[in-house]
């Protein structure tokens, strides 16, 4: 507990000012996340193991999508390239089957679409918009936490997280929604409370959804954290995994629900 507490605190004196300051050392922090990322999830499948020509094509993608492209959605182009690549990779790769080609697709287009959305919120939309995704995500997971364990008796989904229960995920869902409406009211951030609070109650849910999706993959891999580089929390994505669920549905959100952004 003590290791778990004291690299917690290590990632907020290295994480909050970047993003505070923005431009380079945000562009940095997100760079390092995508580089750390993007080798956890790939590292995990190890039928074989990925080669080095994969992490440099998908790497590519990631950082053209994030710190290259307009807009918060992914442009279809330079993931057609990445398919393309990826398809044509067994003709010099014979461990390359097209199991592992969907699997470094979904990979790529995990990281590049969370991080791009948080990137450009940042950078276009204002630092309130990542606290408002934070609250909706980790007042979530906390609250699903206290609740599970005060009330929580129904396992949500036994064979992904035996520990989740119904109960726990009620009490994220009302802790999610209220802190991050209750912020985004305060801040006033330029959408109608209704708006506001219908986008903070979904990506509470969605926020369970993706890391329930983020478990299944270290389940099929049979892997426990994604990996070691953060002592006693596992790995980047094992920080992130709802984070990066949720910054793809808000991403989404903004541009159907709210039409801020073209």
Partial sequence: MKTRILTALAMVVVVLPCVLLGRLPYTILLAFVAVAATFEMLSICQR?????????VVGIYIIYSVFFNTGLMISIEPFMILVIALLCAHLFDKGMDYNRVCYYALTAFIVAGGLRVIYLLRME???????????ATFGTDTGAYFSGLLFGKHKLCPRLSPKKTIEGSIGGII?????????????????????????????TITGQVGD?????????????????????????????????FNAMVLGLMMQIVVKVVG
């Fill in 125 to 135: 939309l204002g630092f309130s918009y990542i606290i408002m995704l934070a609250l």
């Fill in 48 to 56: 074989p193991k990925a080669n080095i020509y994969l992490y440099i």
């Fill in 212 to 244: 329930l999706t983020f478990s299944a993959m270290k389940r099929q891999f049979e892997v426990k954290d994604f990996s070691q580089l953060l002592p006693g929390h596992g790995g980047i994505l094992d920080r992130i995994d709802a984070l990066l």
């Fill in 175 to 203: 802790v999610g929604t209220l802190l991050s409406t209750l912020f985004a009211y305060y801040i006033g951030i330029p959408i109608e409370l209704g708006q506001v609070v219908f986008i903070c109650f979904i990506l």
